[in-house]
């Protein structure tokens, strides 16, 4: 079956423009996930929805940072203004249960997000 | 707050030999322990698990036991194949409140070489 995508894989973008990065979920899955993985770094935790609603957002790093999953299936992450420390891979999950810890979270291949 | 030590790499085997990689973890309760892989060119993905204390997690020929007295996780293989040289990430998730937030350590290349 189709697991986690994204889109782009790959983006390059000015320093000051705004990105959007798209996140297709394993169809069903109730919970999604984004993560922020800088160079030889693991991910750092960014947002969690629940269907939805978003539950938590304390790991976006600015008010630049927005996400959104208007109807709890595709997810759109959003920088504004981006600057050259938002150069990352983004990397989205999706896992079938609501907020339990030992359930298994299915990443996507991320996009690799370039600041010039 | 939780963080997740693993042992630097890069880490470079002949093929068939025993494979650790240490991790150990800080964290309250009992959080639950992951390791992740990625392939080159891949996304991460679940190798194993264990979600409590004495739990031995295992797949594709690796394991690792959850140690609540030495807070470790450390990854075991007996015999490495070339196939498996990838990126190797413990994760843990708290118990209790936020529960579904991954804590990755920085990752251990390893590469097997023939």
């Known amino acids: 079956g189709a697991g986690v995508s994204q889109s782009p894989r790959y983006k390059v973008a000015k320093r000051g423009q705004d990105v959007a990065l798209r996140c297709d979920p394993i169809?069903?899955?109730?919970?999604l996930f984004w993560y922020q993985q800088a160079l030889g770094q693991g991910p750092e935790f960014l947002t969690y929805?629940?269907?939805?609603?978003?539950?938590?957002k304390s790991g976006l790093p600015s008010d630049r940072f927005f996400a959104e999953r208007p109807e709890g299936s595709v997810s759109t992450l959003k920088i504004q203004r981006t600057q050259q420390e938002d150069s990352a891979v983004y990397l989205c999950?999706?896992?079938?249960?609501?907020?339990?810890?030992?359930?298994?979270?299915?990443f996507g291949p991320g996009t690799r997000l370039t600041v010039l | 707050g939780d963080s997740v030590t693993q042992m630097e790499g890069p880490v470079t085997l002949s093929e068939e030999a025993f494979l650790t990689i240490n991790c150990t973890y800080t964290?309250?309760?009992?959080?639950?322990l992951f390791w992740y892989v990625q392939y080159p060119g891949e996304g991460l993905q679940l190798l194993l698990k264990?979600?409590?204390?004495?739990d031995k997690g295992s797949n594709k020929g690796f394991e690792a036991t959850y140690r609540k007295e030495t807070t470790s996780f450390h990854l075991e293989k007996g015999s490495v194949q070339v196939s498996d040289s990838a990126v190797y990430f413990c994760?843990?998730?708290?118990?209790?409140?936020?529960?579904?937030?991954?804590?990755f350590g920085k990752g251990t290349k390893l590469s097997v070489i023939p």
């Open positions: 999950a999706s896992s079938s249960a609501p907020t339990s810890g030992g359930d298994t979270q299915y």
């Open positions: 169809s069903g899955h109730v919970s």
């Open positions: 929805f629940q269907n939805e609603a978003q539950l938590d």
């Open positions: 964290a309250t309760g009992y959080p639950s």
């Open positions: 264990a979600t409590k204390a004495d």
């Open positions: 994760a843990l998730s708290p118990s209790g409140a936020g529960s579904y937030q991954l804590t």
